[in-house]
C-alpha cells in the first residue's frame, strides 16, 4: 500500500558505485605529483647514451643500411601533449566499471558513454528517467546547469569547482591546499545502435587554481580531460545506484510523465504527460496541500499566481520528496497544450519567465512533488 506522501517519481535504472580513492597528502597549492610519477627517482634521465663504431672486415659484402625503421623528428606546439621525464603521468586511464548487468559503459577520446538496456524486471529506461537522475546527480554534486538544449537533448553545466577526483571542492580541500578545477561539463541524451538509451560525458572548459585564486598556465595534460570525464560518469552512475536502492527500499511508481522542455513559444518549461484541466487541479491542490499562499488564479487563463517561501529541510524530509530549491518570491505558473502535453511556464514577480537553470534546479523535487499529488488526486477519484 503506497504511503499518501512517501511517493516519489520512481527510476527504472540500474547504476554502479563510483571508487573514489583517497588522496595523499598534499599541502601545497600544486599538483599531486606523487600518484602521477615513477617511483624510480628517475635515474634513467642521467644515463649517458654510448656510441659504438662499426667496423666492416675487409673483403665483406658492404653493409646496406636501411633508414626503414628509423624514427622521425618530433615537433610539439604544447608540452602538455608529450609528456617526457619527469613530467611523465604514470597513472592509468581512470576505468569505469558498471556494477549491474542491464548497464554498459564506454570511451571514446575524452567522450564517456552510459547505456543502459532494460532492467531485470523488463523495464526500460525513458528520456525522462534519465533526465531525473542527471539532475539528481547535479543536485547532490552541487553542479548548477548553465543551458538547455532540448530539440537536441543537450545540458551543458555552469562552472562547477572540483577536485581533481572530480568530486565537489569543499573547506576541508581548501584547508589541505589542494588545487581548484573549475571545470564545465557536456552532458547529451544519446541511443547506440542497438537503440539503448544512454548519456554521453564530454568535459568542455577546465582551469585550475590556486587557493589563492592564482590561475595555473599549464592546465590539463592530453590525458587529463578522459580522466574527469570518466571520473564524472562514474559520479553519474554512483547517483544512479543511490536512486536504484531507493526503489526497490520502497513501492515507489511514477503515474505522470513530467519532462523538461520548451513550450509554444520557445521558453523553458516542464511538460507533462496528462490533461490541462488534471494538470491545473493537481497544482492547486499541491500549493494548498504544502501551504503555499495562492494569490489569483484562472483556469480559464490557465494561470495560478503563488507567494512562495522555502519551507525547511524537515518538511521535505516529511514529504518523501526532494526540496524544490525555488527563492522566495512571487511566482506565476502558467498552463498551455503543447504537442499533446501540459506544458508548465514559470514567471517571476515581473512576469518574465525564469531562466533554464531555475527550471532545471526544481526540475527532480518539484516532479516528484507534482507526481505525488496525481497520485492522491487519483486515489481520491478527483
Known amino acids: 500500500m503506497l504511503n499518501k506522501r512517501n511517493v516519489t517519481v520512481s527510476l527504472m535504472l540500474s547504476g554502479i558505485m563510483i571508487m573514489v580513492s583517497a588522496l595523499p597528502g598534499c599541502r601545497s597549492s600544486y599538483v599531486n605529483n606523487d600518484i602521477r610519477q615513477a617511483n624510480n627517482k628517475f635515474s634513467y634521465l642521467d644515463s649517458v647514451p654510448v656510441e659504438r663504431k662499426m667496423v666492416q672486415p675487409e673483403g665483406t659484402t658492404p653493409i646496406d643500411y636501411s633508414k626503414q ?4 623528428e618530433m615537433q610539439f606546439d604544447d608540452v602538455r601533449s608529450a609528456l617526457v621525464g619527469k613530467a611523465v603521468d604514470v597513472r592509468p586511464p581512470q576505468k569505469l566499471i558498471p556494477l549491474n548487468s ?16 532494460p532492467d531485470e ?4 529506461i525513458t528520456p525522462n528517467d534519465l533526465l531525473v537522475t542527471l539532475f539528481r546527480m547535479f543536485r547532490r554534486s552541487a553542479i548548477n546547469v548553465e543551458s538547455i538544449d532540448a530539440m537536441n537533448s543537450f545540458i551543458q553545466t555552469d562552472w562547477y569547482d572540483a577536485t581533481e577526483f572530480a568530486t565537489p571542492y569543499n573547506p576541508d580541500a581548501m584547508e589541505k591546499g589542494f588545487l581548484i578545477y573549475r571545470q564545465r561539463y557536456a552532458f547529451g541524451l544519446r541511443k547506440n545502435t542497438e537503440g539503448a ?3 554521453s560525458i564530454q568535459l568542455t572548459d577546465n582551469i585550475i587554481e590556486q587557493t589563492d585564486g592564482t590561475e595555473l598556465k599549464a592546465g590539463l595534460n592530453r590525458f587529463e580531460p578522459s580522466r574527469f570525464t570518466a571520473l564524472m560518469a562514474n559520479r553519474l552512475m554512483w547517483s544512479y545506484n543511490l536512486d536504484m536502492k531507493k526503489k526497490h527500499s520502497s513501492s515507489e511508481n511514477a503515474y505522470v510523465a513530467i519532462s523538461l522542455g520548451r513550450d509554444n513559444n520557445d521558453l523553458p518549461c516542464w511538460l507533462v504527460d496528462a490533461g490541462f484541466d488534471d494538470t491545473y487541479k493537481a497544482l492547486v491542490d499541491l500549493f494548498t496541500a504544502y501551504e503555499i499562499k495562492i494569490k489569483e488564479y484562472s483556469s ?10 522555502e519551507p525547511e529541510p524537515e518538511f521535505w524530509e516529511s514529504q518523501g520528496v526532494e526540496p524544490w530549491g525555488l527563492e522566495d518570491g512571487k511566482y506565476t505558473f502558467k498552463l498551455g497544450v503543447f504537442q499533446g502535453k501540459t506544458s508548465v511556464t514559470m514567471y517571476d514577480e515581473n512576469n518574465k519567465p525564469v531562466n533554464t537553470a531555475v527550471t532545471a534546479r526544481m526540475y527532480s523535487g518539484f516532479a516528484s512533488s507534482l507526481n505525488v499529488q496525481f497520485y492522491l488526486n487519483r486515489t481520491a477519484g478527483k
Do not use: M, R
Request: charged residues 20%; glycine residues 14%; aromatic residues 16%.
Open 197 to 199: 538509451p544512454g548519456v
Open 121 to 124: 524486471d523488463g523495464q526500460e
Open 69 to 72: 625503421f628509423d624514427l622521425p
Open 102 to 117: 542491464n548497464v554498459s559503459v564506454g570511451q571514446d577520446g575524452d567522450i564517456a558513454y552510459v547505456w543502459f538496456y
Open 300 to 309: 480559464t487563463a490557465g494561470e495560478i499566481t503563488i507567494k512562495y517561501s
